[in-house]
């Protein structure tokens, strides 16, 4: 099975950035799409970003449209989300996951595999 291990998050204020990173434990990621999820105390798990495995196509929850950037590194098999202009209300445990579905990638049914997460705080 294999594991994804996600990194970058912190407590930061309102306006500041941070890069989350994203990397499996084996070789199974350049062909999936991969997604970044997160799910705030009491709240259920959204989708934020998204992008496809030719890295063409990436899709964004409106909340973070402009502000967030999803992107990949083939060569070190590392998925990115650069997150800019932070607002308390992204604060959420942030989670990679890999699909190999080009279609609804907001869905988290087809995502068949999850890292354990990794927590962003932002303070207002």
């Known amino acids: 099975q294999v594991q994804l291990v996600e990194s970058g998050g912190g407590l930061v204020q309102a306006g500041d950035s941070l890069r989350l990173s994203c990397s499996p434990s084996e070789r199974s990621f350049n062909a999936a799409t991969m997604g970044w999820f997160r799910q705030a105390p009491g709240k259920e798990r959204d989708f934020v970003a998204a992008?496809?495995?030719?890295?063409?196509?990436?899709y964004y929850a409106d909340s973070v449209k402009g502000r967030f950037t999803i992107a990949r590194d083939y060569h070190k098999e590392t998925v990115y989300l650069q997150m800019n202009i932070l607002k308390p209300e992204d604060t959420a445990l942030y989670y990679c996951?890999?699909?190999?579905?080009?279609?609804?990638?907001?869905?988290?049914?087809?995502?068949?595999?999850w890292g354990q997460g990794t927590r962003v705080s932002v303070s207002s």
């Open positions: 996951a890999r699909s190999f579905y080009s279609t609804h990638y907001n869905n988290t049914q087809l995502y068949d595999a």
């Open positions: 992008i496809n495995w030719r890295s063409d196509n990436t």
